[in-house]
Each structure stands twice: as C-alpha cells, then as structure tokens.
C-alpha cells in the first residue's frame, strides 16, 4: 500500500514507466475553474491542482497513465459527457478494445425539470491488445443497480463514494493476486480497500488533505482487522 498526499500529475512522475497492471479511477466529473490554479470541485470545496481539468480531466494525465501501466489496462468512472473524449484517446487513437459498464442509481436526486433525471453513473474500460480479462458469469455483469449509497458518503464523509463490490468486480475481472493497481484520484480511498480485499498491491493519490487522511485510516482500519 502506497498512499500519496499530493497533485496527481506531479506525484505520478515518481512512479516508474510500466510498473503498472491496472488503473481503477474515479476522476472529479466536472471541475470549474477559479483561476491561479485553484479549482472549485462539485462538492463546492476548492483544490490547488497543476492538473487543468477539462471536464474532469485532460490528456496530460491520461498520457501519465498510458506511461506507467505495463499495457493499457484501465476502469474510468466517467460523466457522459466525457465518454466522446476517451473514446477519441484510447480507441480511435490507441486502437484499444473498450467496454461501457454502468452504475443505474435505484433513488436518484428527484430534479428532472427539462431533462432525464441523473441516475446512471458511466465506467469506461479499455484494454490494450492482448490484456486478458478474467473473472466469472458473476463479476462480468455490465451494468449495476443500486440505491446511492448514502451511508458510506456520510461515514467517509466524501461525496462520492463509489460501492465497493463494483471496485472488487472490476479489479477481479482485470487483475490478478499480487498485481499493482492505480488511483490516482482515491478520494476516501475505495479502490484501496477493494484492493486489500482482492490481495492486489495498491498505489493511492489524492489532493485533498482531509479526504487523504479519512483513506488513510479507512485503509488502516482494514489492514489491522
Ligand atoms: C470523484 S472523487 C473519488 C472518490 C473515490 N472513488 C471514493 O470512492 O471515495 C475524486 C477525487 O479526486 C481528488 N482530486 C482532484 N484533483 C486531483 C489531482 N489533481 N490529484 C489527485 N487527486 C485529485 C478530489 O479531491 C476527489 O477526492
């Protein structure tokens, strides 16, 4: 377990080119900007970033990722919005094979003034040539339902905590025992704890003070059990 404090683009530079065998991330979807380098999250909360996000994140990153994976090998919790984006990066670019998983929430927020209601969250996958997908009938399934999980978001108070029996599918079905897997936007740590479930290696970063130190000890918490 290696968790990092930090700007991902900037900490990502210590990890080594081809180290890597699987990517599992959950990037801010939308991020405004504030100027100087500050950023105003969904949550409302503030980042200092050198990341500039567009739409959530930009090439740079991806091309941070691209060089430390051993081959292509990555799960993106995506808005809709930026599915054109990685479609364009690894498939029409990289020729990778991809999949679109989703997350259908049972008790969506009730606001559909004009439009569909938000209720179905996107996870892009794209695998180089060649990387093997493993797994079984149950943890290959490509779509969720599932209420929201509240509890967790007020428990790790995080906004976006993403359900861990998703992250444990998606690291079965993409890694093996003693494999190292990537998040380089932890947020309060999920892919962690899948990881330590899964007995998978796990390099964690993340920017935000508060939300490092609560995947710290939810990290901690699971190795003492
Ligand atoms: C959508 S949340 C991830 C939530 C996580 N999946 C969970 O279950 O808790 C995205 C996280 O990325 C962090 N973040 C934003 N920009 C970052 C950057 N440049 N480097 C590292 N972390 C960043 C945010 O503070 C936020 O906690």
């Known amino acids: 377990m290696q968790l990092i404090n930090g700007d991902c683009l900037e900490k990502l530079g210590g990890v080594d080119t081809h180290s890597i065998d699987l990517v599992v991330t959950d990037p801010p979807y939308e991020i405004g900007t504030a100027g100087a380098g500050i950023y105003k999250q969904k949550d409302k909360s503030y980042i200092k970033s050198l990341t500039f996000m567009s739409n959530g994140f930009d090439k740079t990153v991806l091309d941070e990722l691209v060089r430390v994976m051993k081959k292509i090998n990555i799960y993106i919790f995506c808005s809709q919005k930026q599915i054109p984006l ?33 209720d179905t969250e996107y996870i892009f996958f794209a695998r180089e040539k060649g ?90 918490n699971v190795l003492r059990a």
Request: aromatic share 12%; hydrophobic share 30%.
């Open 86 to 118: 990685l479609i364009n990066y690894f498939v029409k670019q990289r020729k990778c094979n991809w999949n679109l998983l989703t997350w259908h929430k049972t008790n969506p927020v009730p606001a559909c003034g004009n439009k569909y209601l938000s």
């Open 131 to 220: 990387v093997k997908i493993y797994g079984s009938y149950q943890t290959k399934r490509t779509y969720y339902l599932t209420p929201s999980n509240v509890k967790e978001k007020k428990l790790y108070n995080h906004p976006t905590v993403k359900p861990q029996n998703i992250l444990e599918n998606l690291i079965t079905n993409s890694s093996k025992t003693g494999d190292t897997v990537l998040d380089p936007f932890m947020g309060s740590g999920s892919t962690g704890v899948a990881c330590l479930s899964k007995h998978r290696d796990f390099i964690g970063v993340e920017i935000n003070e508060e939300y490092f130190k609560t995947a710290k000890e939810r990290i901690s």
